[in-house]
């Protein structure tokens, strides 16, 4: 991508940005450009610019900033139409049975939450059946089970106003089932006990040679079957016989359960030979009436070998129904493995921590079930790996918000000013909605504050405290007029105050005034700080009124 080019693109979202909220910002901005393929590493290089060009467009008048959207909307790119929206499934007869399947290692994040949400929406759609089967596996060294998952995930999938059927299904409850048709396997002669070690079996993958151990008869398999609940981790694995000549070296003779000595958060160590993931679901996908799999592409292989197991078991197949990888611009990587570390070293909040991105994260925020539940019907179902930013989010909560959210003062990192010959004013009501009945009082004392970035950009110029009178900015500010003049920029202010902190996105928090009228606000309220975003209240803590950051 030409510089050029790239320029055209964030002159094209600043303006877009600006006109439709009357400022531009770079956090706004910055998403808009994932759409084009913007890798989270080129950020540093990029932020100056963005910066750069959203301050030219703030600049401008609306009319100018209309005259020169003209030139740049040709670079505004549009999500394709027939890659969004849910589509109908094929193959659908009578009541379809859907499932959940999540591993707990955390929470649901807002990345796999899509692919849980499809299955819902579908199931909804054609009035099936909805199974929460905890995917409890042992797990790997790498990917481990946390005990709190267990309360999480059911908590994520209730915000998310998803009706499960009753009781949750646990897979660890489930071994001694996986263990019978393991057997089975190996009495049909399609199954094998392998002491191999990982070298051998994928330098025998990579020649197509079959592995020494497959060569023993069914008594001396069952044999070693039986050992294998005794032996050490790595001594066996139950694996599976394919063709040596597969095209695919990881579908040749695949591991289908193995040994692990890691205590199981339910089970302990009752149990010490695991089933992998595509063998315990060719189970219970046939034991428990499945009927379609909407899952991610990158499971192609597991589908495969389920699909190969059924057949030796001639079971019917259910559909599967692949869908692409989506990389949600401007959150970085999404992964419960990374947040399960952060929580763990108390570097995060907790599973709550925004940037877990969690499902109960986005709650706290003040993302709205649905608002998540309509972000991820417009994404639709697609094989495409796509790269969607968070915007699209906020901008569905946006517009559920915008008309409910009662807005407040706030002033980041406060200025005191002082106005000179200012007119004497000693109450002033105001809507706390634009089309409401509902008035608040704004209280006028001695100090005025006024946020530090404000004070910065537009000390000496005319400005005008919203709802108030016009001054010319300074520390001493001098009353000018009362006349509303569409020119002059207008910015918020705070007499009678009370001290917030806004916990962001990132972690941070922003400080500041907020005006006295928060002191009505009920914990869990969404509300909107003009000019500064939606904020979700969380409650007081030792005199400051603590806020959780939704999005602008």
């Given at each position: 991508m030409s510089k050029k080019l790239f320029e055209n693109e964030i002159y094209a979202y600043s303006l877009e940005n600006a006109i439709t909220f009357g400022e531009a910002k770079p956090s706004v901005v910055l998403p808009k450009l994932f759409q084009h393929d913007l890798e989270k590493e080129s950020i540093p290089e990029i932020m100056p610019k963005v910066n750069e060009i959203v301050e030219k467009v703030n600049s401008l008048s609306k009319e100018e900033k209309m005259q020169m959207f003209e030139k740049y909307k040709k670079f505004v790119k549009e999500h394709k139409k027939e890659e969004l929206g849910l589509k109908d499934l094929s193959k659908v007869s009578g009541k379809p049975v859907f499932r959940l399947s999540p591993f707990p290692s955390g929470s649901i994040h807002i990345g796999n939450a899509r692919t849980f949400l499809l299955n819902v929406l579908y199931a909804e759609k054609y009035k099936g059946k909805i199974l929460l089967v905890i995917d409890d596996t042992i797990g790997s060294e790498e990917k481990q089970i946390v005990k709190e998952a267990y309360k999480l995930i059911p908590e994520a999938f209730n915000y998310l106003d998803i009706k499960y059927k009753k009781p949750i299904i646990y897979k660890s409850d489930r071994l001694e089932i996986y263990y019978k048709y393991a057997k089975q396997l190996i009495k049909k002669d399609v199954a094998y006990v392998c002491s191999c070690s990982q070298k051998e079996i994928r330098e025998n993958r990579l020649k197509r040679r079959e592995c020494s151990c497959r060569q023993f008869n069914v008594k001396e398999q069952l044999k070693k079957w039986k050992k294998m609940f005794k032996a050490k981790p790595g001594d066996y694995t139950l694996r599976i016989k394919t063709s040596m000549q597969d095209p695919d070296p990881a579908f040749r003779d695949r591991v289908l359960l193995r040994i692990s000595d890691r205590p199981h958060p339910r089970k302990k160590r009752k149990y010490r030979v695991w089933p992998l993931l595509e063998f315990s679901w060719a189970i219970d996908d046939h034991l428990l009436g499945v009927t379609h799999i909407i899952r991610g592409k990158d499971l192609m292989i597991e589908g495969k070998m389920q699909e190969y197991i059924w057949d030796i078991f001639k079971w019917k197949k259910?559909?599967?129904?692949?869908?692409?990888?989506?990389?949600?611009?401007?959150v970085g990587k999404l992964?419960?493995?990374?947040?399960?570390?952060?929580?763990?070293?108390?570097?995060y909040l907790g599973w709550d921590d925004p940037?877990?991105?969690?499902?109960?994260?986005?709650?706290?925020r003040g993302i709205l079930t649905s608002s998540i539940r309509k972000f991820v019907e417009k994404i639709g179902l697609t094989q495409k790996d796509i790269t969607i930013p968070i915007d699209d989010l906020y901008a569905i909560n946006r517009r559920k918000l915008d008309k409910v959210a009662k807005r407040f003062f706030f002033v980041?990192?406060?200025?005191?000013?002082?106005?000179?010959?200012?007119?004497?004013?000693?109450?002033?009501?105001?809507?706390?909605l634009p089309e409401s009945d509902e008035l608040k009082e704004?209280?006028?004392?001695?100090?005025?504050?006024?946020?530090?970035?404000?004070?910065?950009?537009?000390?000496g110029k005319e400005i005008r405290l919203m709802h108030l009178y016009n001054l010319k900015l300074d520390k001493n500010s001098v009353f000018t007029s009362h006349e509303i003049n569409s020119k002059i920029q207008k910015i918020h202010w705070v007499s009678k105050k009370v001290n917030a902190r806004i916990l962001m996105p990132d972690g941070n928090w922003s400080e500041g005034f907020a005006e006295e009228s928060i002191k009505e606000l009920k914990k869990g309220e969404i509300i909107q700080f003009e000019r500064f975003g939606f904020c979700k209240f969380d409650g007081k803590n030792k005199g400051q009124y603590i806020f959780w950051f939704a999005h602008e």
């Open positions: 259910p559909q599967f129904i692949y869908n692409g990888m989506m990389k949600v611009g401007g992964a419960k493995s990374k947040s399960q570390k952060e929580v763990k070293s108390g570097k940037r877990t991105w969690s499902v109960q994260s986005l709650a706290r980041e990192n406060p200025v005191e000013i002082q106005i000179e010959n200012a007119p004497e004013i000693k109450e002033k009501f105001v809507r706390v704004l209280k006028l004392r001695k100090e005025i504050f006024v946020a530090l970035k404000d004070f910065n950009k537009f000390k």
